[in-house]
T-cell receptor, first 116, second 115 residues
Framework: AQSVTQLDSHVSVSEGTPVLLRCNYS??????LFWYVQHPNKGLQLLLK??????LVKGINGFEAEFKKSETSFHLTKPSAHMSDAAEYFC??????????????FGTGTLLAVQP | GAVVSQHPSWVICKSGTSVKIECRSL??????MFWYRQFPKQSLMLMAT?????????EQGVEKDKFLINHASLTLSTLTVTSAHPEDSSFYIC???????????FGQGTRLTVV
């Protein structure tokens, strides 16, 4: 069975400093992995996705993530945090049942706070 | 990009009444839609997978008679919370997958409060 573990429930950074949100995955198959962002009382927005192409994936708003099979990790990074990045971030794996039965399995989320 | 709209954005209802939440894919057809529930400061939990023209598939522990799902067209799925109780208060989010596609697009969520 697939699963993801987000190692930090809260991360606080200063504006302009780097962001690192950690995610480890467990999968019997080559996984499809995603990072989503959720601002308060809003739906989810896809930041980026890995689907077995390039291991370094670039997303929106300057975020990127690197798929490391040897470490079973898919950490999210950004060189310089902005106040607008404050939100909840979810690491997500898609099940590999195939076709229409694919499901998304969400991590527990990391709340990113950005200090001025 | 693909847009998914949920309605209403928030609703308050009395205990014992039923509430219907709509999920629409505005600019694409979605054979499959998903309904999630999110408790405060927690992750999203998949409740059910809704397939157009067939019965929804519910996750373990989700009461299908409590949470009625209808996916009558390729652009609309509805979730009805029947005989709502305060413990049903939560944030409900839907997502829709384009027919033949793999990416899921999320609605903005519906905040349900049962008093």
């Amino acid at each position: 069975a697939q699963s993801v573990t987000q190692l930090d429930s809260h991360v606080s950074v200063s504006e302009g400093t780097p962001v690192l949100l950690r995610c480890n995955y467990s999968s019997s198959y080559s996984p499809s992995l995603f990072w989503y962002v959720q601002h308060p009382n809003k739906g989810l927005q896809l930041l980026l996705k890995y689907t077995s192409a390039a291991t370094l994936v670039k997303g929106i708003n300057g975020f990127e993530a690197e798929f490391k099979k040897s470490e079973t990790s898919f950490h999210l990074t950004k060189p310089s945090a902005h106040m607008s990045d404050a939100a909840e971030y979810f690491c997500v794996v898609r099940t590999a049942y195939g076709g229409a039965t694919n499901k998304l399995i969400f991590g527990t989320g990391t709340l990113l706070a950005v200090q001025p | 990009g693909a847009v998914v709209s949920q309605h209403p954005s928030w609703v308050i209802c009395k205990s014992g009444t039923s509430v219907k939440i709509e999920c629409r894919s505005l600019d694409f057809q979605a054979t499959t839609m998903f309904w999630y529930r999110q408790f405060p400061k927690q992750s999203l939990m998949l409740m059910a997978t809704s397939n157009e023209g067939s019965k929804a598939t519910y996750e373990q522990g989700v009461e299908k008679d409590k949470f009625l799902i209808n996916h009558a067209s390729l652009t609309l799925s509805t979730l009805t919370v029947t005989s709502a109780h305060p413990e049903d208060s939560s944030f409900y989010i839907c997502s829709a997958r384009r027919t033949g596609g793999t990416e899921a697009f999320f609605g903005q969520g519906t905040r349900l409060t049962v008093v």
